[in-house]
């Protein structure tokens, strides 16, 4: 059978979720999603799921898929079939990383770096950080690296790393780009967020690079507005994205340890058991967004999460309130919220990989040959598509 083209790929993904966008465009943590009611047979499939289950589902493509398929068999083939990407190349060796650098960004490096299998002669690393990846790319192929970062810090930082790679202190989302991109064969790119790898593509293509080589990440960051897709096919779908959908595509956190997820788990309860206090107490029907809270605030009792939030957001409260109450509600409310965002999560992996097509698209209109699998385990980085672009003609 011949393979799917890119195009039509990207169609059929387009159509899966135009046609189920009601499943993944809500915020359960904000309003009751329409479809519980009615879709009463999907509510009670998810009303009997435990919460270690929910968990698993929400860490894991595969087991959300599991745990979904007897509520919405349709979507769940559906997505199993189009979510299927080819793995690159691993590394078949694992050396060992420096002390200064985190273990698992090490491996994200070697695998990005294996599944490139060679590199140019000159090269360029777009948003280098301390340019872990460019020293790696060096040593490894031999190639000639310069790498681009804005913060001052990083680069000072690296400076004394070797193997050495040329570092260029420069902002990505300036025009200053364009000297380095002209004068290199390669840019690659690991985990430059949303609008720093999109003008990555606008500029490498712009200069006609020869080969552009990324793993996107983040898509809804360093964005203006609602996102605009780059690719033809994309603006013909109408499938417009707010900056809320964008974030349903990297919602999956395979990497968080168990101390931070019972934090964050503990914090949501907090705050849906404040929006239920605030609804019941003070008669307020608006959900109040909550920024960071701060970490003795965390440690504390809900009780002082509440007066804290009430302080930030100018309320006076009653005297009297039953905080357990609340609490013991916010628990509840978590627990229905969890459930519910099983059915928009299950959109995120189809969702992502429509925003990489949209990218690979825009390259193969433009007169590139795209190459797109993943180059590492979701356990690494569930952020694991890989993105290779030949430029084969020029349009």
Known sequence: ????????????????????????????????????????????????????????????????????????????????????VPALPAPSDAPRPGSH????????????????????????????????????????????VTALERDAALIASAQSLTPAVQLEECDVLSSHTLPFLRATEHVVALHACGGLHRKLLQDANDCSLARITWSPCCYHKY???????????????????????????VRQNTTAGRAERIRHEKLQAWRLGFIRLQSEVLAGNEYLPISAIPAEISRGDFENFCRYVADIKSIELPDNIAFEKYETLGKRLYTDVSRQELVRALFRRPLELWL?????????????????????????TPRNFLINALRERNI
């Open 223 to 249: 964005l203006e507005g609602d996102y605009q897709a780059l690719s033809d096919a994309g603006k013909e779908s109408a499938l417009n994205l707010s900056t809320v959908e964008l974030r349903t595509a």
């Open 101 to 144: 650098i985190p273990g698992r960004k090490w491996q994200q490096i070697i695998h990005f770096a294996a599944a490139l299998e060679y590199c140019d002669a000159t090269l360029l690393e777009w948003c280098a950080g301390k340019s872990h990846l460019g020293r790696w790319l060096s040593q490894r192929y031999g190639c000639s």
């Open 356 to 380: 990489a097509l949209d990218e690979i698209l825009f390259l193969e209109e433009r007169g590139y040959r795209c190459e797109l699998g993943t180059f590492c385990d979701p356990q690494v």
């Open 1 to 84: 059978m011949k393979p799917r083209s890119h195009a039509q790929h990207f169609r059929q993904l387009t159509t899966l979720l135009a046609t189920n966008s009601e499943l993944w465009r809500c915020e359960p943590f904000k309003s009751r999603p329409n479809w519980v009611s009615h879709k009463p047979e999907l509510a009670a499939h998810l009303g009997h799921l435990d919460m270690a289950t929910v968990r698993d589902a929400q860490a894991n493509d595969t087991d959300l898929l599991a745990c979904l398929t007897g509520a919405l068999p349709e979507q769940c083939q559906q997505i199993s079939s189009l979510c299927q």
